[in-house]
């Protein structure tokens, strides 16, 4: 099936290798054209008679869903979050929550396609490097295809609940000296070298399946495009492939406008904001990333210099948030509307909160926010910052004195 074929991001070259995963000739980062001749003849309910999900979308992804890989990605909620919309006092507030996908993160909606791919190339063994999500969600693919999968995680950085999936799913876990940088230089050696498949997101199939997340925006939304969508930034792969995903729809027709897309960084690991606020179009790496949204600790992004595209394009911004905001984010989530997010996830709600206290976001707007992953992640770092539990002695009066303070 060749509906699509990979071309250098930076010169345009076709790239006939399906190994490689930079440009031969000048070592751009590497994308998928679709061609989409044959889309443009439907129309979005033509689509409706799959389940919601990645792979209602084939006609825009660049493998065949006859032999697909899948343990039912997507089809996450959109939920109208009425107690956040009056915190961050806009129009319509919604949350896209991610963390509802079968390993708990939007990274499954890459995997399927990529280990699908993996699978059409008769890879022996599948790798990446990771904060966590990645690894755990490979893991679980690999397992589901019954290919060898090896994963490179940062020593001693990654939050326990995924370190537990990678484990569990049965992966060979590989821990690296140094940070997720180090990790993903180990891992691209390997690839080089043809040891593994290497299904980072420098691998041009997976942001193919992470634009679904938009579409699927799109489908819950009935089409009305909203005025913004903000979404945590650290490798810079999921706002590139939002932003792809946009494009694709105004290609085939099905929508007129972009909503402004804003990548929303740690203060700590904040190179795209940076970048942003210079008005450049490359970034500057940032040495020590530090934040304890682990997901988006990431000083060298690979896709950064699409995200700013996606930025520019769009008409978006892009901003930081500290660690302090990003936690009460993410409390403000729970205990408002129920919805526990891993802190990176918060960054979005924060990063909202913050550009319409600046005046960055208006009262009138319909803004989107992307919560990519799963509170249960990191429950260490939820414990950290609540109350303790209150000691309390097997007694009616005891716990009725508790309860009126
Ligand atoms: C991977 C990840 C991110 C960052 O996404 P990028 O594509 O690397 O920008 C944010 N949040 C969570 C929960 C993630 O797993
Ligand atoms: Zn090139």
Redesign the pocket.
């Known amino acids: 099936m060749m509906n699509h074929k990979v071309i250098c991001w930076d010169c345009g070259a076709t790239v006939e290798d399906p190994f490689v995963s930079i440009c031969p000739r000048c070592g751009g980062l590497l994308t998928v054209k679709m061609d989409l001749e044959k889309v443009k003849e439907k129309k979005p309910a033509d689509l409706r008679k799959e389940p919601l999900g990645v792979w209602r979308y084939s006609d825009f992804l660049p493998v065949d869903p006859a032999h697909k890989i899948s343990i039912q990605e997507g089809g996450t909620p959109l939920y109208k979050t009425e107690a956040l919309a009056e915190q961050a006092s806009v129009k319509e507030m919604f949350v896209k929550f991610?963390?509802l996908n079968p390993t708990g993160?939007?990274?499954d909606r890459g995997m399927t396609v990529g280990v699908t791919r993996a699978k059409e190339l008769d890879a022996k063994v599948v790798g990446c490097a990771s904060?966590?999500?990645?690894s755990a969600s490979l893991a679980a693919y690999a397992a589901k295809a019954g290919i060898k999968c090896a994963v490179f995680l940062p020593s001693g950085k990654v939050a326990a609940g995924k370190l537990a999936q990678a484990l569990f799913y049965g992966a060979k876990v590989l821990s690296v000296d140094g940070n997720f940088d180090d990790a993903l230089a180990l891992a691209r050696k390997m690839a080089d070298e043809k040891k593994i498949y290497l299904l980072n997101?420098i691998n041009p199939y997976r942001?193919e399946g992470?634009k679904s997340v938009l579409f699927e925006i799109m489908d819950q939304l009935e089409y009305g495009v909203p005025d913004r969508i903000v979404?945590?930034?650290?490798?810079?792969?999921?706002?590139?492939?939002v932003y792809k995903a946009l494009t694709e729809l105004e290609e085939v027709g099905w929508i007129d406008k972009m909503p402004m897309l804003t990548?929303i960084q740690a203060e700590g690991s904040s190179p795209v904001a940076k970048a942003f606020s210079s008005h450049e179009e490359d970034f500057v790496p940032v040495e020590n990333p530090e934040t304890l949204?682990t997901?988006?600790r990431?000083g060298n992004?690979?896709?950064g210099r699409k995200?700013l595209m996606a930025i520019y394009g769009t008409g978006g911004y892009s901003a930081t948030v500290t660690d302090e905001e990003i936690v009460s984010a993410q409390k403000l989530t729970a205990r408002r509307e129920g919805v526990f997010?891993?802190p990176?996830?918060a960054?979005s709600v924060a990063g909202i909160l913050k550009l319409r206290e600046q005046g960055i976001i208006d009262r009138d707007e319909r803004v989107v926010a992307i919560?990519?992953?799963?509170g249960l992640?990191d429950p260490d770092t939820a414990v950290k910052y609540s109350e303790p539990p209150i000691k309390c002695a097997n007694s009616v009066a005891e716990v009725e004195k508790i309860l009126s303070r």
């Not at 919560?371 to 799963?374: I, L, S, V, Y």
Request: charged content about 10%.
């Open positions: 991610e963390g993160s939007f990274k904060t966590g999500n990645t997101s942001p992470q979404l945590p930034v650290g490798n810079a792969a999921n706002i590139w492939a990548g949204a997901a988006i990431i992004p690979v896709s995200a997010v891993e990176a996830s960054a919560c990519t992953g799963n992640k």
